[in-house]
């Protein structure tokens, strides 16, 4: 069964750090692009890092870069957000999600090209 499951949000004041989780299911991790994504209430969904597992292929939104690290762990099927310096404005929902399917690669992907979703998990950061 396909599916993605986030953890590791909360509540952090600013200049604090988070690492979230991402477990997906072996079936969509292997050889995928996974990418976070966040929304804030009365906001888009935005993209924030998205990796193609089993390589060293990363991008990250202009927002976040410096700041936040996506990881990999093939060996558990998860991937990673390390998020450090954290802003008011990264308060969001954040969201996992793997590419709708392999070898699809992971240059200039938007939400459409992503069919596996987790529920979310939120992060608050209080200035």
């Known amino acids: 069964q396909a599916q993605v499951v986030e953890s590791g949000g909360g509540s952090v004041q600013a200049g604090g750090s988070l690492r979230l989780s991402c477990a997906a299911s072996?079936?969509?991790?292997?050889?995928?692009?996974m990418a976070w994504f966040r929304q804030a209430p009365g906001k888009e969904r935005e993209w924030v890092a998205r990796l193609y597992t089993g390589s060293d292929v990363e991008y990250y939104a202009t927002s976040v870069k410096g700041r936040f690290t996506i990881s990999q762990d093939n060996a558990k099927n998860t991937v990673y957000l390390q998020m450090n310096s954290l802003k008011p404005e990264d308060t969001a929902m954040y969201y996992c999600?793997?590419?709708?399917?392999?070898?699809?690669?992971?240059?200039?992907?938007?939400?459409?090209?992503?069919?596996?979703w987790g529920q979310g998990t939120q992060v608050t950061v209080s200035s």
């Open positions: 999600a793997a590419a709708r399917s392999p070898g699809l690669g992971c240059y200039n992907r938007v939400v459409g090209d992503f069919t596996y």
């Open positions: 072996a079936y969509i991790y292997s050889s995928r692009c």
